[in-house]
């Protein structure tokens, strides 16, 4: 029976620090561009599109999240979007060429300072996700009961007899 009981939590300490260390560690990354550079210099510019919308959806999404604090997982629905958002990014990396490496080809130092652009924006995207999980470990009751306040007098404004 200890031998059970040691081995179950020896298992579910394993699994903890497993999933902790691939949290940790975050995407695997792609060491070369199966779809090839963008061909022409229209397709260039529509990657510098993209990538702005990719900014602009970021820096939106970090100023709102104040709007989601009555939602009843605000912080995780930041960890949803942000998983999605990294995917979208990747995606976007592969389709546009950006870690190419022929210097003779097609749009070659647009693509590296696209890559920079890139770059630039997973560091300012890791930055918010640690203020976003900073703030959640040490404000989230803080966040709940300002929430909850907020329903209790919405709750009673609406629904209540004001007197007069």
Not at 15 to 44: F, H, N, Y
Request: proline letters at 5%; charged letters at 25%; glycine letters at 6%.
């Amino acid at each position: 029976m200890w031998i059970a009981y040691f081995s179950a939590i020896v298992l579910g300490v394993g699994l903890m620090v497993a999933s902790i260390a691939r949290q940790l560690v975050g995407p695997p990354t792609r060491s070369s561009v199966t779809a090839g550079p963008p061909p022409t210099r229209a397709a260039l510019r529509e990657c510098l599109d993209d990538l702005e919308a990719l900014f602009r959806e970021q820096n939106e999404r970090a100023w709102q999240l104040g709007t989601y604090l009555e939602a009843p997982d605000p912080f995780g629905s930041w960890s949803e979007w942000s998983i999605r958002w990294e995917r979208r990014v990747r995606d976007f990396s592969d389709r546009c060429g950006l870690d190419a490496d022929d210097p003779k080809a097609f749009g070659f130092t647009e693509r590296m300072e696209l890559a920079g652009a890139r770059d630039a924006m997973l560091a300012l995207h890791r930055a918010y996700t640690a203020q976003v999980n900073r703030f959640a470990a040490e404000h989230a009751d803080l966040a709940r009961g300002a929430a909850e306040a907020l329903a209790h007098a919405r709750e009673a404004v609406t629904n209540g007899n004001a007197s007069r």
